[in-house]
């Protein structure tokens, strides 16, 4: 089976014409090389839990969204590909399990490579692109999920994130601050407490795409997973719709003050 990526199109009656989405770390397909031990729950404890979930109600605002299909465990999309094997390869899940007996060679390395981040980062450039032409700015938001919980390095005390939603905007690089300083006032404004940057300051996707100089602004949006699911693994119906909701609202709300302000 060969990894792919899925590319959903809005159509015309899009909300936000110069919004450009992705959600690099969904993906729960196992292609059928990826020879892992460990078991698929500590795969899944792994992924962006049904972050193409929660995020679903954001698509029809969108021109265009990216999605991968295969799972970040499988190559992780969101890291710089050119060290070999590097963190492109994970080999342990975050629970610590191993996920490779042996791990994948460089002839696999750049098989994935081919199959898993270049038609994905060709799909997402040329989105932005086709937006960037049409309408002169672009507004790209990188979709992610992240632990409930994180061990405390001087204590090793296992504690809950202090926020619920954090953004990243490469520490200013990666977008325009009155874009990022609308995106968290959404979110605050819809009910979270929200974080700059902090332990995720924006990976590989939005310091390729983002360029505030060329109009391009990029950020990297993080939900906590206690937000939408239980345990960090199995899906809330009631958590999962007041999400919805409450992220719909700060990001259409966010797009409606910009669309006053960039032109």
């Known amino acids: 089976m060969n990894a792919s990526t899925t590319v959903v199109h809005a159509g015309k009656k899009t909300c936000h014409p110069t919004l450009v989405l992705d959600i690099p ?5 196992y292609p059928v090389d990826y020879t892992y031990i460990c078991t698929k729950v500590s795969l899944q ?9 929660l995020f679903e109600s ?6 265009a969204s990216v999605i991968a299909n295969f799972s970040r465990t499988y190559f992780d999309i969101n890291r710089s590909p050119f060290i070999y094997p590097g963190p492109v390869i994970r080999t342990k899940c975050v629970d610590g399990s191993t996920i490779y007996k042996e791990e994948p060679s460089k002839e696999q390395y750049y098989q994935r490579l081919e199959d898993c981040l270049v038609p994905y980062m060709d799909s997402l450039r040329k989105s932005v692109q086709d937006v960037l032409l049409q309408h002169g700015h672009v507004i790209h938001l990188n979709l992610h999920t ?28 990666t977008c325009s601050d009155f874009v990022t300083d609308a995106f968290i006032c959404g979110f605050r404004d819809a009910g979270f407490s ?12 939005v310091r390729e795409v983002g360029n505030p100089s ?6 990297q949006i993080e939900v906590m997973r206690d937000v939408y699911l ?7 119906s009631k958590k999962l719709k007041t999400a919805q909701q409450k992220i719909n609202t700060a990001v259409s709300s966010c797009l409606s003050d910009l669309s006053q302000v960039i032109s």
């Open 58 to 63: 954001l698509l029809p605002m969108a021109s």
């Open 146 to 173: 992240f632990c409930s919980y994180r061990i405390d390095k001087y204590s090793g005390v296992r504690e809950k994130h202090p926020f619920q939603i954090y953004i990243g905007d490469g520490n200013g690089t």
């Open 194 to 205: 929200v974080s700059l940057n902090g332990p995720f300051p924006g990976g590989y996707i």
């Open 214 to 219: 060329k109009r391009i602004h990029s950020l």
């Open 45 to 53: 404890r792994t992924e962006d839990r049904f972050a193409d979930l």
């Open 230 to 236: 239980k345990d960090d693994l199995h899906l809330d």
């Open 25 to 29: 770390h969904a993906g729960r397909i």
